[in-house]
C-alpha cells in the first residue's frame, strides 16, 4: 500500500479527512486496518497572511514546505483537504517532490459517475472566485452556478469564524439551506460543499440538493490511490 500524506491547512478540515480515511478503510481492507497516513500542518496563520493578499506564490512555497516534510516522513503521494489553498497548485506542482491528487478533480468525476448536469458551488470567497473549480468542471463538461456576491461573503464568514473552530449553528445551517434552495430554483441538480469544513454543517440529509463531499471524495480517493 501507498503512504498517504495529507497536507493540512485548517484543523477541522484536514481532522475530518484524516478520519474518513482511517475509517473507511476498515471495509476494504479488515478490521482496524488503514493506509500508513502522515499528517503536516503549517499554521493557518501563516496562509491565512498569504491568502487575503492573493500571494498564491507564497502560500505554494508553505505547502512545498509541508510536501517536503512528507517525502522525509514516507509518504507516496499528497492530498490536501481544503479546497481554497489548491489555487497555489500551479506553483507547487514544478517542485513538488511528490504527486498529488486535486480535490476538485475527484469532484468532478464524482459529479460526472452521478450524471449531475449543473453543480451548486459553496466555499470561502476566494475559492468561489477563483478558477480552481471551474478549470475542472468545464473539462468534463458539467456546469455550475456560484452564491451572489452578498452570499459568498456571509458564508465566508460562518466558514472562518465558525466552521474552522468546530462551531454548528443552527441559523448558519439555516443560511446554507437557503442558498442552495436557490441553486436548486435555478436549475442545480447537486451542491458541492467546496470547503472541507462545511461537511461539518450541511449533508445530505439536511441539505435541498444532492451533497458533492469535497473532504470525503478526496479521503476516499487517497484510499483507492494507497490500495492500489
Known amino acids: 500500500m501507498k503512504h498517504i500524506g495529507i497536507v493540512g491547512c485548517s484543523s477541522e478540515g484536514a481532522a475530518l ?24 500542518t503549517i499554521s493557518l496563520a501563516e496562509y491565512m497572511k498569504h491568502v487575503t493578499d492573493g500571494n498564491w506564490d507564497a502560500v505554494g512555497t508553505l505547502m512545498v514546505r509541508s510536501a517536503q516534510t512528507l517525502q522525509r516522513a514516507g509518504a507516496d503521494f499528497l492530498i490536501c483537504p481544503d479546497n481554497t489553498i489548491h489555487q ?9 517532490p511528490l504527486p498529488w491528487l486535486h480535490i476538485a478533480e475527484e469532484v468532478g468525476k464524482e459529479a460526472k459517475r452521478r ?16 478558477s480552481v473549480y471551474p478549470e475542472k468542471l468545464d473539462a468534463l463538461g458539467i456546469r455550475y ?21 468546530g462551531e454548528l449553528k443552527p441559523e448558519s445551517l439555516l443560511y446554507f439551506q437557503q442558498v ?9 441538480d447537486a451542491v458541492v460543499l467546496g470547503c472541507t469544513e462545511i461537511p461539518l454543517l450541511v449533508n445530505d440529509e ?4 444532492p451533497t458533492l463531499d ?11 490511490r494507497s490500495i492500489e
Open 17 to 40: 479527512c484524516y478520519r474518513t480515511i482511517c475509517l473507511e478503510a476498515e471495509t476494504l481492507m479488515g478490521e482496524y486496518s488503514h493506509p500508513e497516513v502522515t499528517l503536516h
Open 214 to 224: 469535497s473532504t470525503r471524495l478526496l479521503a476516499r480517493a487517497a484510499l483507492r
Open 180 to 188: 442552495i434552495q436557490e441553486f436548486k430554483n435555478h436549475g442545480c
Open 88 to 96: 497555489a497548485l500551479p506553483y507547487v506542482l514544478p517542485s513538488s
Open 145 to 165: 452556478s456560484k452564491p451572489t456576491e452578498a452570499q459568498q461573503e456571509t458564508i465566508n464568514r460562518i466558514i472562518f469564524d465558525e466552521l474552522i473552530r
Open 206 to 209: 439536511n441539505s435541498p440538493l
Open 115 to 130: 450524471n449531475f448536469q449543473k453543480l451548486g458551488l459553496t466555499g470561502t470567497k476566494y475559492l468561489v472566485r477563483s
